[in-house]
T-cell receptor, first 111, second 114 residues
Framework: DAKTTQPNSMESNEEEPVHLPCNHS???????IHWYRQLPSQGPEYVIH???SNVNNRMASLAIAEDRKSSTLILHRATLRDAAVYYC????????????FGQGTRLTINP | GAGVSQSPSNKVTEKGKDVELRCDPI?????LYWYRQSLGQGLEFLIY????????KSGLPSDRFSAERTGGSVSTLTIQRTQQEDSAVYLC????????????FGQGTRLTVV
């Protein structure tokens, strides 16, 4: 399984933008980049995914580097509810769609 | 409800007993996953079902763990002769047939082996 690397933890202030980085230097051409987050005492929830182009949805934006070896999840205006562990996952188009979670980034939001 | 449902939400069992954990996926979802999360740790993949294909059991930690999915819907994860190290939250997720769609997770079953 292609591996991703994320910082263990990050901290930001409420109502400020947050940029969560992910490195995936061994990504293959058919791997999608998925982001999930896990709020305290809950199961993970889907945030966003993309292949090559930047993506936006109501929760966040995903900026993908031109060489696809890294990506950044952007929370435009963090709230206290965004405090969670954020996971960056590579999902293969070919073969089994098996989501393999790494350790993720624990995001703390200061009021 | 429209989400993934897991039962029981909490289970306390004695060491050496067998336990069964149940997952009801979202209707129409053909892919189903089981994960385990120990306290303060990340998600550990256990097993993956996709339609009628043979399940991917590569994450099961020992032969005490097994899972089945009946009729392409409900799944049961069975742990035989439970050990204290089996204590964790067991999470189930489901997704649609199409690849690269989002997976929906249940709230999990917290298993405590005493």
């Amino acid at each position: 399984d292609a591996k991703t690397t994320q910082p263990n933890s990050m901290e930001s202030n409420e109502e400020e933008p947050v940029h969560l980085p992910c490195n995936h230097s061994t990504i293959s051409g058919t791997d999608y980049i998925h982001w999930y987050r896990q709020l305290p005492s809950q199961g993970p929830e889907y945030v966003i995914h993309g292949l090559t182009s930047n993506v936006n949805n109501r929760m966040a934006s995903l900026a993908i580097a031109e060489d696809r070896k890294s990506s950044t999840l952007i929370l435009h205006r963090a709230t206290l509810r965004d405090a969670a562990v954020y996971y960056c996952i590579l999902n293969r188009l070919q073969g089994a769609q098996k989501l393999v979670f790494g350790q993720g980034t624990r995001l703390t939001i200061n009021p | 409800g429209a989400g993934v449902s897991q039962s029981p939400s909490n289970k306390v069992t004695e060491k050496g007993k067998d336990v069964e954990l149940r997952c009801d996926p979202i209707s129409g979802h053909t892919a189903l996953y089981w994960y385990r999360q120990s306290l303060g740790q990340g998600l550990e993949f256990l097993i993956y079902f996709q339609g009628n294909s043979a399940p991917d059991k590569s994450g099961l930690p020992s032969d005490r763990f097994s899972a089945e999915r009946t009729g392409g819907s409900v799944s049961t994860l069975t742990i035989q002769r439970t050990q204290q190290e089996d204590s964790a939250v067991y999470l189930c997720a489901s997704s649609q047939t199409l690849r690269n769609t989002e997976a929906f997770f249940g709230q999990g079953t917290r298993l405590t082996v005493v």
